[in-house]
């Protein structure tokens, strides 16, 4: 895929990301400053000076997910149904299957499975976002990580934030 392509769809997840963060059920009261602050760390953590970004950086860690894709996080019936319903709505415009290996991990390495979510939810199939059920986007998710080879288990994902918030994408052995 080229270039442009995947600039813009990291635009489109910085904003899948932001949604889904300040959406999310749990984040009343003390919690809500720190949804804040994670969006502010998300929005100038790149343009900010090291301290701020050292400061983003611990914040993360004390809310970070705690299990990885290398947790049998998906069951492989799921990500069966998931498979059908990517040949029936994703493979006529992504005819090689979902982004796999080092270009996965280029752009969602520490980032976590809501992320992922969340950005397919809101772009994807491209000429119709949003339109198939919350199901059918989850049993997606699950194929994404058979297709990266990420293994399966005995229980299913569930398409509750909470739960993939959870769940941090990293290579085996985890980040570097
Ligand atoms: C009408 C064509 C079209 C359809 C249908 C479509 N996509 Fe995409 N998709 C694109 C294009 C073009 C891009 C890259 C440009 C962009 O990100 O805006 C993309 C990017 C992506 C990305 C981010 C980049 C990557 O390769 O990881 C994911 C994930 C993705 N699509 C998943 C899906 C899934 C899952 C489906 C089926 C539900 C789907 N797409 C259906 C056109 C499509």
């Keep these: ?16 990301g932001q949604s889904g963060r300040s959406s999310a059920p749990r984040y009343e009261g003390t919690t809500k ?3 804040a602050a994670v969006l502010l760390c998300a929005v100038f953590g790149f343009t900010a000076g090291p301290r ?14 705690t299990r990885s894709v290398w947790d049998r996080v ?7 149904r998931g498979d059908a319903v990517y040949q ?10 979902p982004t796999t290996g080092v270009t996965f991990m280029n752009i969602w390495n520490g980032r976590t499975a809501d992320d992922l979510f ?5 772009t994807m199939p491209q000429d119709g976002p949003g339109r198939l059920t919350r199901k059918n986007y989850i049993d997606l998710l699950a194929y994404t990580f058979k297709a990266n080879e990420f293994p399966a288990g005995d229980a299913e994902l569930t398409a ?5 918030q959870g ?3 990293e290579p085996k052995g985890g980040s570097k």
């Excluded at 442009?4 to 635009?11: A, D, E, F």
């Excluded at 029936?88 to 299957?97: A, D, F, L, Y």
């Design 1 to 16: 895929m080229s270039d442009p392509g995947l600039r813009s769809s990291s635009s489109a997840l910085a904003s899948a």
């Design 33 to 35: 400053t720190l949804a």
């Design 52 to 65: 701020v970004l050292a400061w983003c950086a611990a914040g993360a860690a004390q809310t970070g997910p």
């Design 74 to 80: 998906y069951s492989k019936d799921q990500a069966d």
């Design 88 to 97: 029936q709505e994703c493979t006529r415009c992504h005819n090689q299957g």
């Design 118 to 122: 969340q950005m397919v939810k809101n």
């Design 160 to 164: 509750e934030s909470e739960q993939l």
């Design 167 to 169: 769940i941090r994408i």
